[in-house]
C-alpha cells in the first residue's frame, strides 16, 4: 500500500485507490504521516481534529477514528504507543519519504555529477500532484504541508539552477514566468527568470523584471530587493553573467578531443591515480619525457570521463616544447574561445578580456580541457577555467610544480611486460612466435612508447620480416641511447624514413623546414610543387606510418621530435630547391590574400594589393574559395612573412601583411593586425624599404587604433605621413591623412581632424580616387556631427549616398546611411533617422561589418529614447554593447555604456546608470577619449543631483572644462545644468554665448 500527501490525501493499493473518506479520519491519517517516524501525542491529534475546541469525548472518538483506519489500512501501519501514535512509512511507502530521499542523493552528487543529479531533482519533483494536503483544512494540517511546500519550492529553485548551468534556459522560460506570477516575493526565483531572460538573448526583459520586483518589493514589504537579486541585476548591466544559449535553445555538445588510440598499454596504476584524483581535485597534471606517452595518458583518461562531461571536451597544444614560440595566453585563450564556438568577432583582444570570457563560457559547463604540450605552469596561470564542473589535464615535459592543487603524475617509460605486450598489439602473433626477440627489442627501444610505436609499425607493413629482422635492423648502439637522448630516437625515425618511397621522402624533408606547425593539403603541395591529389595520397601514406599525425581531418602536424629529424634531413636538400619550395608557400598565402582583399578595399588602396601572377593558380582559388582559410591561417602570417624576409623576399613580406589586413580587422583580430604589422616593418626595416616601413606603420595603427592605443596609432600614422610627404607620394599622403583624421578626433583634437580630414580629401580628389574620396566624404560627416554641424553632415552624406547608389557599390553603403540618420536624428527628424538607421544596420549584416552594425543599433536606441521610449531604447543599446563588449572595442564600449546609461535612468533605475557611467569613464580614461569621458562625468552628476548636489555640481564642472577644450556642442547644455545647481544667483561668465540661454 502506498501513501501520497504530495497533493491531495491519496491511498492506493496496487495502484487502486483505497477509500477513507471520514474527514476525522483524514485529518488524522495526515498528520501522523506529517510525523512518520515520530510518535504523535493524542492531544497533538485532538487538537489537528478539533482545532482548540475539543468535546469531552474527543479521547473516545480518536479511538475510533484510528479503529477505523486500521480496518483499511495494514494493520501494522499504525503504532500505538502509551504517549500517542504513529506510523512507520519509508520510501517504498509514502511520497514524502521518497521525495526527501531523492532530494538528499540529488545534493549529495550535484557537484561531481550534475547531470545525474538533475534527473534525481526531476524524479522528485515529479511526485508532486499539487499543493500538499489540498483539501485539508486542519491549522495543523496546513502548517505541515506548508513545510512541505516551501520544501518543494527550495527543491525546484535548486533543480532550475542546474537546469541553467547546463544551458537550457529557454526552455525554463515560460515555466519560470509562471512561477513568479504564483510567488511574486521569491526573489531566487525573480533572479532565475532573469538569468534566463538574460541567457535567451532578452536583456530588456531581464532588467524590467528587476524594476517589477523593485517596485513589488516596495510596494509590498517595504524593502528593497535583497543582495543576490541586486548583484544579478548588477551582473546583466556589466555583461558578467555566463554563457548563453543563442536563439533560447540548449548548448551545443562540443567534441574537440583527438581520436585515442585502440591500442593503449600498460599504465593500469596511472590511470586508476588519475581517476581517484579526478574526485577531488580539477587538474591533473602528467609529466614525463619525451614520447613517453603523457597525450595518449591523458586521451585515455579523457575517454574514461567522458560521460561525466557531456558539454564539452576540448584539446591545445600549448608548443611549449616545439620549434617555435609557446603559444602566450591570448593566443591559446583564442583558440579556446574559437573551439567553444564563439565568433571571432565576438572575442577580446587582450588577455584579461579573452580570460574573463573563457571563465563565462565555461561556468557551469560540465566540461574536460586538455592542455599538452605545456611549457611552464606560468603559461597555465590565465588558462586554468575556475567553474568546480570543470576537469583539466595538462602534459608536459617539466614537472609543473608551481601548478597549486593539481594532482601531479610523473611518467616512466613503459615496463618491459607492458613494452612487450604494445608491440604485440601492433604487430600481431609474430611476437608470441619470438618472445626473445620481442623482448629484446621492447629493452632497445628503452621502453619509451613512441620508439616502440614506429619500430613496430615498421614490422607491421612488412608481412615478411620476422622480430629478429627488426631487431637486427635497430643495430647495436642506436636504441640504448634512445632512453636518454634524442639522438636515439632520431636512428628509430630513420628507420621509418628509409622505407618511404623516393617522393615521399621529399615531401617529409620538406616538412621539416615548413615554418607553420599545423598545415593543410594546399599548403603542402604549394610547398612540395606536387598536384593537389598527389599531395594527399603521400599524407595520407606519412600518417600510416605514423610520421605525420592528423588531430583532426584534413589539418596536420609533426611531432616536435620528428619535425628535428624532418628539418635535420632537409640539410641534404639542394638549397635552390629548399629556396623555391618556401618561396612557392609564401606565394600561395600571398596571392589568396590579395585575392580575397581586392573586393573589400576603395581604389586608393589596390596599388598595395596588386602583386604579380601567381605559381599555382589552381591552388589559389581553391584556397579564396574555402570560406574558412582566413581564420585556420591567421596564425600562420607571422612565421610565413618571417620565413619571407629569410629567404631573401622582404618586399613579399610586408605585402603578406598588408594583403592580410583587412579580413583580419573585419573579423576582429586587432592583436593579429598589429603582430603581422609588426614583423612586415621588421622585414622592411632590415631591407631598407622606406616605402614597406611607411605602409606597416599606416595599418599597425588601424590595430592599436581600435585597442584603444589612440596615441601609439598616432605616432605610427606620423611615420607614413612623414614619407609620403617627403617623397611626393599625394594619393599616399591623402591615405594617411584620412587615417590621421580619425585618430585626432578621437583625441578630442576635432578641428585638427576636420581640417586633416579636409586635406586628404582634396589629396584623393586630386588623384583620381573617386571611391575612396566618397568614402572619406562620410568618414568626415562624423566630424561635422562632433563639432554640431548636423546640416553639413548632412549634405555630406546625401551626395555620398547617391554617388554609391548610382554606381550599386554596397560594400561601404552601412557607414553613409549610418551618417545619415546620425544627422537627422540630431535635427530632430526621428523618422527619417530611423529609416536611415534600420536600411544602413542592414547592409552591415549583409557585409558581416560589425562595427557598423553595432553603431546603427546603438543610434537607434537614442532614436528611440529621443521619442519617449526608454525601454526600447535599453534594449536596443544593450545589443549594440554586446557585440562591442566581446570584441574589445574600448572606445565604443564608452560611448555606448553612456548611452545605456542615459536610457537606463530614463526608465528609473538610477543605481544601474551610475554602474554604466562609471564603467565609461574607466574605460574613455584608459584609451584618451575625452568626449567619453566627458559624456560620462555629465551622465553621473545627472544621476547625483537629487542626493548629493555638490558631487554632481563638481562632475558637470569637470565635464564643462572637457567640453570647452574639444569644442563641442554638449558644453551648452552642461552650462545650463551648472546654471540650474549653482547656488548663486545672477548670470554666469560665458553663460550668454549658449544658444539655449539665447532662446
Given amino acids: 500500500m502506498r501513501f501520497g500527501i504530495l497533493g491531495p490525501l491519496s491511498v492506493t493499493d496496487a495502484g487502486r485507490e483505497v477509500a477513507v473518506t471520514a474527514g476525522r479520519d483524514r485529518t488524522v491519517l495526515a498528520v501522523l504521516l506529517l510525523n512518520t ?42 503504532l500505538t504507543d502509551p504517549a500517542g501514535y504513529g506510523v512507520a512509512a519509508g520510501p517504498d511507502r509514502l511520497d514524502a519519504a521518497e521525495f526527501t530521499e531523492l532530494v538528499a542523493r540529488a545534493r549529495a552528487k550535484a557537484q561531481a555529477d550534475p547531470a545525474g543529479a538533475g534527473d534525481l531533482y526531476r524524479a522528485a519533483l515529479a511526485l508532486w500532484r499539487g499543493p500538499a494536503l489540498a483539501g485539508l483544512e486542519s491549522p495543523a494540517v496546513r502548517y505541515g504541508a506548508a513545510v512541505l511546500d516551501e520544501q518543494y519550492g527550495s527543491v525546484l529553485e535548486d533543480w532550475i539552477d542546474l537546469e541553467l548551468e547546463a544551458g537550457r534556459e529557454g526552455d525554463l522560460v515560460p515555466e519560470l514566468t509562471g512561477l513568479v506570477e504564483q510567488h511574486p516575493l521569491r526573489e531566487r526565483l525573480r533572479a532565475q527568470l532573469m538569468l534566463a531572460l538574460y541567457r535567451s538573448g532578452r536583456q530588456s526583459d531581464a532588467l524590467a523584471e528587476y524594476r517589477r520586483a523593485r517596485d513589488l518589493l516596495r510596494e509590498q514589504v517595504g524593502v528593497d530587493p535583497g543582495a543576490a537579486l541586486r548583484d544579478v541585476h548588477r551582473r546583466i548591466l556589466t555583461g558578467d553573467v555566463g554563457p548563453a544559449a543563442r536563439g533560447g535553445q540548449a548548448v551545443e555538445p562540443i567534441r574537440a578531443l583527438p581520436r585515442s588510440v585502440g591500442d593503449f598499454t600498460g ?57 617555435g614560440k609557446p603559444l602566450t595566453p591570448d593566443e591559446a585563450l583564442l583558440a579556446l574561445l574559437r573551439q567553444l564556438g564563439v565568433d571571432a568577432e565576438r572575442i577580446p583582444p587582450d588577455a584579461e578580456g579573452r580570460a574573463t570570457l573563457w571563465r563565462t563560457q565555461l561556468a557551469g559547463r560540465q566540461a574536460l580541457v586538455i592542455f599538452d604540450n605545456a611549457a611552464s605552469s606560468a603559461q597555465l596561470t590565465r588558462l586554468l577555467p575556475a567553474s568546480p564542473t570543470t576537469l583539466t589535464l595538462v602534459t608536459s615535459r617539466r614537472r609543473l610544480i608551481g601548478l597549486d592543487g593539481s594532482h601531479p603524475e610523473s611518467l616512466s617509460v613503459l615496463t618491459e611486460r607492458d613494452a612487450v605486450r604494445l608491440l604485440a598489439k601492433i604487430v600481431g602473433s609474430r611476437v608470441a612466435a619470438e618472445p626473445e626477440a620481442a623482448t629484446a627489442v621492447a629493452r632497445r627501444c628503452g621502453g ?48 621509418s624514413f628509409e622505407q618511404l618511397p623516393e617522393r615521399s621522402q621529399r615531401v617529409f624533408r620538406l616538412l621539416g623546414r615548413h615554418p607553420v606547425e599545423r598545415f593543410g593539403t594546399l599548403e603542402v603541395a604549394a610547398l612540395t610543387g606536387l598536384p593537389c591529389d598527389d599531395t594527399q595520397d ?77 605559381l599555382r593558380p589552381e591552388l589559389v582559388g581553391l584556397a579564396a574559395d574555402d570560406p574558412q582559410w582566413p581564420d585556420e591561417h591567421r596564425t600562420d602570417l607571422v612565421p610565413l612573412i618571417r620565413t619571407a624576409a629569410a629567404i631573401g ?121 573617386r571611391s575612396a574620396t566618397v568614402v572619406l566624404r562620410a568618414h568626415l560627416s562624423y566630424g561635422e556631427v562632433m563639432a554640431g554641424r548636423y546640416r553639413e553632415a548632412l549634405h555630406s552624406s546625401r551626395i555620398a549616398l547617391q554617388w554609391f547608389a548610382e554606381n550599386r557599390t554596397s560594400y561601404f553603403l552601412a557607414v553613409v546611411l549610418i551618417v545619415l540618420g546620425q544627422a537627422r536624428l540630431h535635427l530632430g527628424e526621428l523618422d527619417a533617422a530611423e529609416r536611415a538607421l534600420r536600411c544602413g544596420r542592414a547592409a552591415a549584416r549583409r557585409h558581416r561589418i560589425h562595427t ?26 544593450l545589443a549594440a554593447l554586446e557585440i562591442c563588449r566581446d570584441r574589445g572595442w574600448l572606445p565604443r564600449l564608452a560611448r555606448y555604456s553612456n548611452d545605456l546609461g542615459l536610457a537606463m535612468r530614463a526608465v528609473d533605475d538610477v543605481m544601474g546608470a551610475v554602474e554604466l557611467h562609471r564603467q565609461a569613464l574607466a574605460t574613455a580614461r584608459r584609451v584618451n577619449h575625452p568626449l567619453e569621458e566627458g559624456r560620462a562625468l555629465s551622465g553621473l552628476a545627472a544621476c547625483l543631483v537629487d542626493q548629493d548636489r555638490e558631487a554632481a555640481r563638481r562632475h558637470w564642472r569637470q565635464a564643462l572644462e572637457i567640453f570647452e577644450r574639444i569644442g563641442v556642442p554638449e558644453r551648452f547644455e552642461i552650462r545650463q545644468r551648472l546654471g540650474e545647481v549653482d547656488p548663486e544667483p545672477g548670470p554666469r561668465p560665458g553663460y550668454a554665448n549658449s544658444p539655449l540661454t539665447a532662446m
Fill in 37 to 78: 517516524g515520530r510518535i504523535v501525542g493524542v492531544e497533538q491529534l485532538i487538537d489537528a481534529v478539533w482545532d482548540q475546541a475539543p468535546p469531552a469525548t474527543a479521547r473516545g472518538q480518536l479511538q475510533t477514528c484510528v479503529s477505523r483506519l486500521r480496518r483499511v489500512l495494514p494493520p501494522d501501519l499504525i
Fill in 267 to 323: 599504465r593500469e596504476e596511472a590511470v586508476e591515480r588519475l581517476l581517484k584524483a579526478a574526485t577531488d581535485t580539477g587538474v591533473l597534471a602528467i609529466d614525463g619525457m619525451a614520447g613517453s606517452g603523457k597525450t595518449t595518458l591523458a586521451l585515455r583518461v579523457a575517454e574514461i570521463l567522458a560521460d561525466r562531461y557531456p558539454d564539452a571536451q576540448l584539446f591545445l597544444d600549448l608548443q611549449g616544447h616545439s620549434e
Fill in 448 to 495: 619509451l612508447p613512441l620508439a616502440i610505436r614506429l619500430a613496430a609499425a615498421r614490422l607491421a607493413h612488412r608481412p615478411g620480416w620476422r622480430v629478429a629482422d627488426l631487431l637486427r635492423r635497430l643495430g647495436d648502439a642506436a636504441l640504448p641511447e634512445l632512453a636518454a637522448e634524442d639522438r636515439g630516437v632520431a636512428r628509430a625515425f630513420a628507420m
Fill in 538 to 614: 603521400v599524407l595520407d601514406d606519412l600518417v600510416d606510418v605514423n610520421l605525420v599525425e592528423e588531430p583532426r581531418p584534413g589539418r596536420y602536424r609533426l611531432h616536435d621530435l620528428v619535425r628535428q629529424y624532418a628539418s635535420g634531413l632537409a640539410e641534404a636538400l639542394d638549397p635552390n630547391e629548399l629556396h623555391a619550395a618556401l618561396a612557392g608557400l609564401v606565394d600561395l598565402h600571398l596571392q589568396v590574400g590579395s585575392r580575397l582583399a581586392l573586393d573589400r578595399e576603395s581604389d586608393y588602396a589596390h596599388q598595395d594589393l596588386i602583386v604579380e601572377p601567381p
Fill in 649 to 769: 623576399q622582404p618586399g613579399r613580406a610586408w605585402r603578406l601583411a598588408r594583403v592580410s589586413w583587412r579580413l583580419l580587422y573585419q573579423r576582429g583580430y586587432f592583436a593579429d593586425v598589429v603582430a603581422t604589422c609588426s614583423a612586415g616593418l621588421a622585414a622592411a626595416t632590415e631591407a631598407g624599404d622606406e616605402y614597406g616601413v611607411a605602409t606597416m606603420n599606416n595599418y599597425m595603427a588601424s590595430g592599436y587604433f581600435v585597442l584603444g592605443g589612440a596615441d601609439e596609432a598616432l605616432s605610427r600614422i606620423n611615420v607614413m605621413l612623414e614619407y609620403q610627404v617627403r617623397t611626393g607620394n599625394r594619393s599616399a599622403e591623402g591615405r594617411a591623412r584620412a587615417n590621421l583624421s580619425g585618430v585626432l578626433m578621437q583625441l578630442g583634437r576635432i578641428d585638427e581632424g576636420r581640417a586633416e580630414g579636409r586635406r586628404a580629401y582634396l589629396l584623393l580628389q586630386s588623384a583620381g580616387h
Fill in 852 to 877: 557598423d552594425e553595432a553603431e546603427a543599433t546603438n543610434l537607434l536606441g537614442r532614436v528611440e529614447l529621443a521619442r519617449g521610449r526608454p525601454d526600447r531604447a535599453v534594449e536596443r543599446h
